[in-house]
Structures are given as structure tokens and as C-alpha cells.
């Protein structure tokens, strides 16, 4: 089955540097994916997403990068901000692509 | 506001129980999916439901259960409760039959097995 991973469970950033998050997949079907930030005590929230047949795409301050090669995705916050600490996940559709599977997440601290 | 309401927020029961969690999808959303997220885990599909008919099933036990209805709210009913259920399950909704698009998702049912 599809196993969705994540290389780093918490990250530490200084308020305004950029973040990195990465993400690891492992079926090489999927063709689309989603980057969710998830809040204490709040459902995850749609950040961003990409489709296989691209290798970049950014929104506010984010982008993601999609390295269908090596089965690697990120995410990148620039000028990270306090409002940006929060669990991140990454998740993609398998074969059937009616569900995501999500990685355990990585835990983003902005430090003031 | 993501558009999908939860009831209820919190939930505490004993082992044994029964238990349903509620969902209302977003406005002209069609399928609403369930996830069960336990403490320091990622988000685990459940099942899917589109248009009242189940769609995708993933790692359901057979003690839950869960229906989507004609106005399209969907039910998750849990049995037999074990310490082990204690989780946080979130529903979300999405306008199509399946991927890709995006999943919105709601605040969530906090339940506690005691």
C-alpha cells in the first residue's frame, strides 16, 4: 500500500527566515498532491497543492516543489511567521485517488 | 471556517459503548471522507462516502460502522469501544467523486474511552 513519510518530525526556524519541509512518498502512481498545516485543536487546513504533470507551484508565501524522481516533495514558507507554527502534513492520492494518505507530519516552531 | 461542522466537539464514554460522530458536509459538496488521527499520528482514511453510496474503504475496524444520507450528512457509529479508540476523528468533504481535489476538512470529534 501507499506509505507517505515525512524525514523530520520537528523543525525550529527564527521568525522571518525561510522553512523547509520535506516529504517522502512512495507510489509512484499518485498524481496529485496536498500540503495541510494543522493547528492545536483545529482541523487540518488546506495550504497547497500540486498535480504530477508539474514540478513547482506557489501560492502566498509557499511553495511546493515536486521531485517525481526521487518520490519527494516540500514545502517552502518564506519569511516564516509565529501564525506558521503548526503541524504540517503532506499527503497524496494513491491508485484510487479517492483518499489521501498523510504522513505523521512535522511539527513547525517559529521562534519570535 | 472550513464549511464542514462536527457535533459533537468532545465526547467521553466508557469501554463497551456506543458512540455516533455527525458530519455536515460543505455546501455542494458531494463526499465526505473519515479519519481517525491518534495521539502523535498522522491522519488514518477511514472510509468515503459519495453521494450516499460508499466509495473507498481503508482502515476501518469492523466494530465502526458509518452511512452518508440523502441531505448528505454522514454518521460514524462506533461499537464495542476500547481504550484504543480514544482518538480524534475528522470528517472532511470534497466536491468530487474522487482525487484530485482538495479535502476540506472539519474541526473534529475528540473522544475519550475511559
Known amino acids: 500500500g501507499e506509505s507517505v513519510g515525512l524525514h523530520l518530525p520537528t523543525l525550529s526556524v527564527q521568525e522571518g527566515d525561510n522553512s523547509i519541509i520535506n516529504c517522502a512518498y512512495s507510489?509512484?502512481?499518485?498524481?496529485?498532491f496536498i500540503w495541510y498545516k494543522q493547528e492545536s485543536g483545529k482541523g487540518p487546513q488546506f495550504i497547497i497543492d500540486i498535480r504530477s504533470n508539474m514540478d513547482k507551484r506557489q501560492g502566498q508565501r509557499v511553495t511546493v516543489l515536486l521531485n517525481k524522481t526521487v518520490k519527494h516533495l516540500s514545502l517552502q514558507i518564506a519569511a516564516t511567521q509565529p501564525g506558521d507554527s503548526a503541524v504540517y502534513f503532506c499527503?497524496?492520492?494513491?491508485?484510487?485517488?479517492?483518499?489521501?494518505?498523510f504522513g505523521t507530519g512535522t511539527s513547525l516552531t517559529v521562534i519570535p | 471556517d472550513s464549511g464542514v461542522t462536527q457535533t459533537p466537539k468532545h465526547l467521553i464514554t466508557a469501554t463497551g459503548q456506543r458512540v455516533t460522530l455527525r458530519c455536515s458536509p460543505r455546501s455542494g459538496d458531494l463526499s465526505v471522507y473519515w479519519y481517525q488521527q491518534s495521539l502523535d499520528q498522522g491522519l488514518q482514511f477511514l472510509i468515503q462516502y459519495y453521494n450516499g453510496e460508499e466509495r473507498a474503504k481503508g482502515n476501518i475496524l469492523e466494530r465502526f460502522s458509518a452511512q452518508q444520507f440523502p441531505d448528505l450528512h454522514s454518521e460514524l457509529n462506533l461499537s464495542s469501544l476500547e481504550l484504543g479508540d480514544s482518538a480524534l476523528y475528522f470528517c472532511a468533504s470534497s466536491v468530487a467523486a474522487g482525487g484530485p481535489t482538495e479535502a476540506f476538512f472539519g474541526q473534529g470529534t475528540r473522544l475519550t474511552v475511559v
Open positions: 507510489n509512484s502512481a499518485s498524481d496529485y
Open positions: 499527503a497524496e492520492t494513491g491508485n484510487t485517488g479517492n483518499q489521501f494518505y
